[in-house]
Structure formats: structure tokens, C-alpha cells
């Protein structure tokens, strides 16, 4: 490899102008005038794309009308971990709210053949210690990690209250009692001190706005409402009721690149629609090391987790724990990472040499695909053209392979995406692609805030909605809480920071709500709530400190990262990164007298 410094494509061995024009080129040809508003909800006619395959509904079960101290809307793993910290903050009755037949979230849903973590399993499944369990893989299949979920919720007692299949419709804050009155679509009415939503970035499915979708006639489903009934087999392959089946994915982020090869294995034919294709880096996958998980010590996963997080949004660490695709890349292109980077460099050769090294990265991306796709024509279609963190990195060591079968077909739309869906055939380029089932691999909607996206309408002080306190921008206390609305909390990504290992930013969020809360009660306070202060300080504070990401995501392909090509130019992340936040929120713990929260 060349040194970052050369300058010249001759020292480097690629030109750089020539890679910055192709990349502008292949953004350019996707940019839709439509944006976000491309895609079909999975509401209305097209609902029944979010029925569940995998519980069956339980019909008429008696409202509730009760009171708990804490209710948690959303039970997958920012959920059970804030039910868990909340336990062990001694809050006794805690009900998870879960439209799901049981915990486990993205995890619930996502059982599509060949899922599995991309993050490793050490660091990414939380409360390892707590519950007493090693993962048998480094990067652990859905099931196990499915299993794992309802182990938290075991351990912490949360089954005895959760409410699943049921969905929360709305909440007030009553002023005279002091807690809030909660709805549900089962005709619940529950007071609670206490209210955390988690309701995650991945909970609504999106397909694809192809004309003609809905004139389809053979079966088809999204992949995080897998249908084994159709397809037979599980998580680990087998679909052998495909073997008369042709198959369309729609689709090729990162879920289709874990289920087209068990596809492709077991489909009489598949063949794979792409507008996009993603990065596919090596997966390594190996069972867990016997000795090394008999030599862990306490506190081993936070130091692993930590350990993680220097690599991939800090300065990098001495030791590399985890030694995965993601800290590789991260140490090549630390000095792009937000976070990284060394000072005494200034800002401009900084980025000259975060894009090289990048470009090297991404140069070594597609020289994989060359390496193993035999067909020239499928592999030049297969390589992706782009700044590697413009779309969600990717790991297998099976999807490009899987070029390589007679049966399976690469359909490249050159960034225009299916052109129509007819009554039996997916059409490209003019061509029919007849086919008796149609997965979409088409993603989630994401970006929406918290409580829309759960559907919520929350009324706080004075029945203020949250849209109505927010309606010129989300505002926030550290993004877990607003003035006006006392005792509610949000997981998630606003206002806060955000990494890959996103299991952990979760769990760093609920301690910091938990702890909250358990001052409050020692102070045998009614409630907390921010000031407006406080509150517009740090709204300030994230204007003040928000990263410039405009610019690289402006130069990037269309998709959720940059809001489909028109990235909206205000960043609602902390921009001095997770590790920054971590420590600005615990010294905001131990410090400070929560002077900034009403404490009634
Ligand atoms: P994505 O949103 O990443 O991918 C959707 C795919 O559908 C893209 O390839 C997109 O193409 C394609 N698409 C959309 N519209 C059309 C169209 N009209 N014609 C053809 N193709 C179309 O969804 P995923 O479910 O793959 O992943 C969502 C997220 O879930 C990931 O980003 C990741 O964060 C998470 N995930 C995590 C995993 C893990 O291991 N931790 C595993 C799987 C998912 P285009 O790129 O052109 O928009």
C-alpha cells in the first residue's frame, strides 16, 4: 500500500480524481427528486406487511386499569435494558409495553435466514455479566440472540407486567396525581410514575414505491416478516419448499447480503434486483475460544465495549480487543471518524488524507469482488462506488460467492431501481423477470422521532402535545427529556450521540435515566423535568457543536445516512462524539446537584 502522503496517482496507485469524478457520476444517476417520499408505507392497504408470522394474536384479553410505577413502551434491547437498570435503581413494578408477541425488538422481528450481528457478540449483546451468559460465536446468530433478550427480561423480572401484542395509543401527564395516564389499543388505562419510550430506529418496515406493486399475484413479503410457512426451513437455511420456487429480493443492503446466500442455495432460481450494492468486507465468523472465555474477569465487556468505541469514534487505543472489520477500517480511517484524528494536523490535510485513506479501503472493497466473482460483467456490477461510511458497511464471506451459482442472477437497474412489478414478473430495463415470490430486502423508515414513530400522542403539562413543544425542532435535556413533560424519557438517537455498537450507547443512555430516577426517589420527589434553561443550553449546545457532515454526505449515494441525497443540514447528534458524551453525562451525575431538573 502507497503512503497516505503521496500525492500523485503514480505514488498512490489509483487517481483520485478519477475516483471522486465516478463516485460523483454514481450519485448523480440515483438522485430521485421525490427523496424519502419514494418509498410505500407499510400502512393502509399494504399493512399486512406488518402482520406477525411469528405469534398468534391472543383475542380479547381484559383491559387493564392499574397503576405501576414505571411503564416502558418498546421491549427490545433499549427497553429491557432500561427495565433492567431501573430494577436494579429498586423501581419494583415495571411494565414493558410491546406490540410484539415477546421481547427482543429487532430481533423479534428480523429472523430472516442467515441473520446474525455484525457487531461482535461480546460487545454488542448487553448484560452479559449480569445474566451469566457467553455467546457461542463472535458474531452471534438472531436466534441466540433473540434467546438472549428473553433471558434479560427473565432475570429482571420484566414478564411479570409486560403487556405484549399491544401497542401504546396515548399518554397525558396528570397534573394533580402527578403521573401519567396511559392508552392502549386493547382498551388499557394504566397510571404510571414513570415513562421511558424505546421504540428503536428499525420498527417500521418501508417497501419500495414501484409502480405496479401491488398487482403482483404470486406470494410476497418483507424480510423482517419472513414466511416459513412459504419458504420452509429456519434461521440457518433449508428453505427447501423453494425448490421449485423462482425468487425475487428486492433489495441489497445489509439483510439481503445475509439472506440471498441461503437463497441462492436453496431457490430453484433467485434472482437479485439491485439499485445499490453494498461494501461486502470479510466476516471471519469463529466459535467462542473455551479459554479465553474461562479467563475473562469482572467488568471484562464495559472494557471491551470501551475498548471498541476508541477505535471506532475516538483516537484509537493502544490494544484492539475486538480486531473486526470495523476497527481495521476505523484505524485506516481514524482521521475521518468523528472524534479522531490528530490535532496538530490542520482540518484541510486532514481531510485529504481521511478521503485517500478511504479510498484505499474502498479500492480494496472492490478488488474483493474481482478476487471472487468469476462472471466480469456481475462483478463490475457488484462494486460499489462510494465513501465507505456513506451506506452501512457490510460483512460476508458468502454473499459475493453466491454470484457464482448457475441459478442465481444479479439484475443491476444502474441506480434506477425496478422499473415495475407486474402480475407475475419484476420488470428491469424493459425486460419481465418472471417469478413466483418477491421478498423485499427495502429497509425501515428511519429518521422519524421516537413517539411518532411509535404512533404516540403524548400530552404533557397543560395537554401541550410533543409536536406542538417541538414543532420548530426537537428540544431536549441530553435527548432523554423536555421541559413540560415530567417523568418522560427517550431512548435513542436525538440530541444524544450515536455509534455503531448502538446495544451500547442504549445501555449508556438507560444507566443515565435510571440513575435519574433513583435520585428522584431518594429525594422522594413526584418528579423530574428539565428546566427550559437547561434545556435550550443544550439545544445550543448541539447547534454549537454539530459536525459540518453535510458536506461528505452531500458527496454520497442516496440512502438513509444522508436522507435519501438531501441531507437536512442540521444534525440533531452531539458532535463531540459518544465517548465525549459519555463522560459529559456522568460528570453530570456525580457533579452536578441535577440542578438543571425540576425536582418536585
Ligand atoms: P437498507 O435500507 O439498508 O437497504 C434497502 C435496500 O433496498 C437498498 O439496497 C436499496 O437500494 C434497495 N431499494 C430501495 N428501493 C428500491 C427500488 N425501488 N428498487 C430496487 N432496490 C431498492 O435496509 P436493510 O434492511 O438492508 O438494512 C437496514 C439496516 O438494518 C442496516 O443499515 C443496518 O443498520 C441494520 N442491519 C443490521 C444488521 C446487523 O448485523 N447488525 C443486519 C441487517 C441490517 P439503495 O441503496 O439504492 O437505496
Same mark, same amino acid.
Given at each position: 500500500?502507497?503512503?497516505?502522503?503521496?500525492?500523485?496517482?503514480?505514488?498512490?496507485?489509483?487517481?483520485?480524481?478519477?475516483?471522486?469524478?465516478?463516485?460523483?457520476?454514481?450519485?448523480?444517476?440515483?438522485?430521485?427528486?421525490?427523496?424519502?417520499?419514494?418509498?410505500?408505507?407499510?400502512?393502509?392497504?399494504?399493512?399486512?406487511?406488518?402482520?406477525?408470522?411469528?405469534?398468534?394474536?391472543?383475542?380479547?384479553?381484559?383491559?387493564?386499569?392499574?397503576?405501576?410505577?414505571?411503564?416502558?413502551?418498546?421491549?427490545?434491547?433499549?427497553?429491557?435494558?432500561?427495565?433492567?437498570?431501573?430494577?436494579?435503581?429498586?423501581?419494583?413494578?415495571?411494565? !414493558?409495553?410491546?406490540?410484539?408477541?415477546?421481547?427482543?425488538?429487532?430481533?423479534?422481528? *428480523?429472523?430472516?435466514?442467515?441473520?446474525?450481528?455484525?457487531?461482535?457478540?461480546?460487545?454488542?449483546?448487553?448484560?452479559?455479566?449480569?445474566?451469566?451468559?457467553?455467546?457461542?460465536?463472535?458474531?452471534?446468530?438472531?436466534?441466540?440472540?433473540?434467546?438472549?433478550?428473553?433471558?434479560?427480561?427473565?432475570?429482571?423480572?420484566?414478564?411479570?407486567?409486560?403487556?405484549?401484542?399491544?401497542?401504546?395509543?396515548?399518554?397525558?401527564?396528570?397534573?394533580?396525581?402527578?403521573?401519567?395516564?396511559?392508552?392502549?389499543?386493547?382498551?388499557?388505562?394504566?397510571?404510571?410514575?414513570?415513562?421511558?419510550?424505546?421504540?428503536?430506529?428499525?420498527?417500521?418496515?418501508?417497501?419500495?414505491?414501484?409502480?405496479?406493486?401491488? *398487482? @403482483?399475484?404470486?406470494?410476497?413479503?418483507?424480510?423482517?416478516?419472513?414466511?416459513?410457512?412459504?419458504?420452509?426451513?429456519?434461521?440457518?437455511?433449508?428453505?427447501?419448499?423453494?425448490?421449485?420456487?423462482?425468487?425475487?429480493?428486492?433489495?441489497?443492503?445489509?439483510?439481503?447480503?445475509?439472506?440471498?446466500?441461503?437463497?441462492?442455495?436453496?431457490?430453484?432460481?433467485?434472482? !437479485?434486483?439491485?439499485?445499490?450494492?453494498?461494501?461486502?468486507?470479510?466476516?471471519?465468523?469463529?466459535?467462542?475460544?473455551?479459554?479465553?472465555?474461562?479467563?475473562?474477569?469482572?467488568?471484562?465487556?464495559?472494557?471491551?465495549?470501551?475498548?471498541?468505541?476508541?477505535?471506532?469514534?475516538?483516537?484509537?487505543?493502544?490494544?484492539?480487543?475486538?480486531?473486526?472489520?470495523?476497527?481495521?477500517?476505523?484505524?485506516?480511517?481514524?482521521? @475521518?471518524?468523528?472524534?479522531?484524528?490528530?490535532?496538530?494536523?490542520?482540518?484541510?490535510?486532514?481531510?485529504?488524507?481521511?478521503?485517500?485513506?478511504? @479510498?484505499?479501503?474502498?479500492?480494496?472493497?472492490?478488488?474483493?469482488?474481482?478476487?471472487?466473482?468469476?462472471?466480469?460483467?456481475?462483478?463490475?456490477?457488484?462494486?460499489?462506488?462510494?465513501?465507505?461510511?456513506?451506506?452501512?458497511?457490510?460483512?460476508?464471506?458468502?454473499?459475493?460467492?453466491?454470484?457464482?451459482?448457475?441459478?442465481?442472477?444479479?439484475?443491476?437497474?444502474?441506480?434506477?431501481?425496478?422499473?415495475?412489478?407486474?402480475? *407475475?414478473?419484476?420488470?428491469?430495463?424493459?425486460?419481465?423477470?418472471?417469478?413466483?415470490?418477491?421478498?423485499?430486502?427495502?429497509?425501515?423508515?428511519?429518521?422519524?422521532?421516537?413517539?411518532?414513530?411509535?404512533?404516540?400522542?403524548?400530552?404533557?403539562?397543560?395537554?401541550?402535545?410533543?409536536?406542538?413543544?417541538?414543532?420548530?425542532?426537537?428540544?431536549?435535556?441530553?435527548?432523554?427529556?423536555?421541559?413540560?413533560?415530567?417523568?418522560?424519557?427517550?431512548?435513542?438517537?436525538?440530541?444524544?450521540?450515536?455509534?455503531?455498537?448502538?446495544?451500547?450507547?442504549?445501555?449508556?443512555?438507560?444507566?443515565? !435515566?435510571?440513575?435519574?430516577?433513583?435520585?428522584?426517589?431518594?429525594?422522594?420527589?413526584?418528579?423530574?423535568?428539565?428546566?427550559? /434553561?437547561?434545556?435550550?443550553?443544550?439545544?445550543?449546545?448541539?447547534?454549537?457543536k454539530a459536525r459540518n457532515a453535510e458536506r461528505f454526505l452531500a458527496e454520497c449515494t442516496p440512502g438513509y445516512y444522508n436522507n435519501e441525497g438531501r441531507p437536512s443540514g442540521?444534525? /440533531?447528534?452531539?458532535?463531540?462524539?459518544?465517548?465525549?458524551?459519555?463522560?459529559?453525562?456522568?460528570?453530570?451525575?456525580?457533579?452536578?446537584?441535577?440542578?438543571? !431538573?425540576?425536582?418536585?
Open positions: 500500500m502507497s503512503t497516505p502522503h503521496a500525492s500523485t496517482p503514480e505514488g498512490l496507485g489509483f487517481d483520485p480524481d478519477a475516483l471522486r469524478a465516478r463516485y460523483r457520476a454514481e450519485r448523480d444517476r440515483r438522485i430521485r427528486p421525490e427523496g424519502s417520499e419514494q418509498y410505500q408505507r407499510t400502512t393502509g392497504a399494504f399493512g399486512y406487511y406488518v402482520d406477525d408470522p411469528y405469534t398468534t394474536p391472543v383475542l380479547g384479553r381484559e383491559p387493564l386499569n392499574d397503576r405501576v410505577d414505571a411503564v416502558i413502551i418498546g421491549g427490545g434491547f433499549g427497553g429491557l435494558i432500561a427495565g433492567a437498570r431501573l430494577r436494579q435503581a429498586g423501581v419494583q413494578r415495571i411494565r !414493558v409495553i410491546e406490540k410484539a408477541g415477546d421481547f427482543g425488538g429487532t430481533w423479534y422481528w *428480523n429472523r430472516y435466514p442467515g441473520v446474525q450481528c455484525d457487531i461482535e457478540s461480546y460487545i454488542y449483546m448487553p448484560l452479559l455479566e449480569e445474566v451469566g451468559y457467553m455467546p457461542r460465536w463472535k458474531y452471534a446468530p438472531g436466534e441466540e440472540i433473540r434467546q438472549h433478550a428473553q433471558a434479560i427480561g427473565r432475570k429482571f423480572e420484566l414478564y411479570d407486567d409486560a403487556c405484549f401484542q399491544t401497542e401504546v395509543t396515548r399518554l397525558h401527564w396528570d397534573e394533580t396525581d402527578h403521573e401519567w395516564i396511559v392508552h392502549t389499543d386493547r382498551g388499557d388505562r394504566m397510571a404510571a410514575r414513570y415513562v421511558v419510550v424505546s421504540s428503536g430506529p428499525f420498527s417500521r418496515p418501508k417497501l419500495p414505491g414501484i409502480p405496479g406493486i401491488e *398487482n @403482483f399475484r404470486g406470494h410476497t413479503f418483507h424480510t423482517s416478516r419472513w414466511d416459513y410457512g412459504y419458504t420452509g426451513g429456519d434461521a440457518d437455511g433449508n428453505l427447501h419448499k423453494l425448490a421449485d420456487k423462482r425468487v425475487a429480493v428486492i433489495g441489497t443492503g445489509a439483510t439481503a447480503i445475509q439472506c440471498v446466500p441461503p437463497l441462492g442455495r436453496d431457490a430453484r432460481h433467485l434472482y !437479485v434486483f439491485q439499485r445499490t450494492p453494498s461494501s461486502v468486507d470479510v466476516r471471519a465468523n469463529r466459535p467462542t475460544d473455551p479459554e479465553w472465555a474461562a479467563s475473562v474477569t469482572p467488568g471484562w465487556q464495559r472494557r471491551r465495549r470501551d475498548n471498541f468505541l476508541a477505535h471506532v469514534a475516538g483516537g484509537g487505543a493502544e490494544e484492539d480487543l475486538v480486531a473486526d472489520g470495523w476497527t481495521t477500517s476505523a484505524r485506516l480511517l481514524q482521521t @475521518f471518524v468523528p472524534g479522531g484524528g490528530d490535532s496538530e494536523v490542520p482540518p484541510e490535510e486532514l481531510g485529504r488524507l481521511a478521503e485517500l485513506a478511504d @479510498f484505499t479501503k474502498m479500492n480494496e472493497i472492490r478488488a474483493r469482488v474481482d478476487a471472487t466473482v468469476e462472471d466480469g460483467a456481475t462483478a463490475e456490477a457488484l462494486k460499489p462506488w462510494y465513501r465507505y461510511m456513506c451506506k452501512r458497511p457490510t460483512f460476508s464471506d458468502t454473499y459475493l460467492p453466491t454470484f457464482n451459482r448457475p441459478n442465481v442472477t444479479l439484475v443491476d437497474t444502474a441506480g434506477q431501481g425496478v422499473e415495475r412489478i407486474t402480475e *407475475n414478473a419484476v420488470v428491469v430495463g424493459g425486460v419481465p423477470y418472471e417469478v413466483d415470490c418477491v421478498i423485499f430486502a427495502t429497509g425501515f423508515d428511519i429518521g422519524v422521532p421516537p413517539a411518532e414513530r411509535a404512533g404516540l400522542d403524548v400530552r404533557g403539562r397543560g395537554g401541550i402535545t410533543l409536536a406542538e413543544a417541538w414543532k420548530d425542532g426537537p428540544k431536549t435535556l441530553h435527548g432523554f427529556y423536555s421541559h413540560g413533560f415530567p417523568n418522560f424519557f427517550h431512548l435513542g438517537t436525538l440530541q444524544n450521540a450515536v455509534s455503531v455498537n448502538f446495544v451500547h450507547v442504549l445501555d449508556e443512555q438507560a444507566l443515565h !435515566v435510571a440513575e435519574v430516577v433513583a435520585e428522584a426517589r431518594k429525594r422522594q420527589a413526584r418528579y423530574v423535568e428539565p428546566t427550559a /434553561e437547561a434545556q435550550a443550553a443544550w439545544v445550543a449546545t448541539i447547534r454549537a442540521r444534525s /440533531e447528534s452531539y458532535g463531540g462524539g459518544p465517548i465525549e458524551f459519555h463522560e459529559l453525562i456522568a460528570r453530570w451525575r456525580t457533579d452536578g446537584d441535577m440542578g438543571e !431538573v425540576i425536582v418536585g
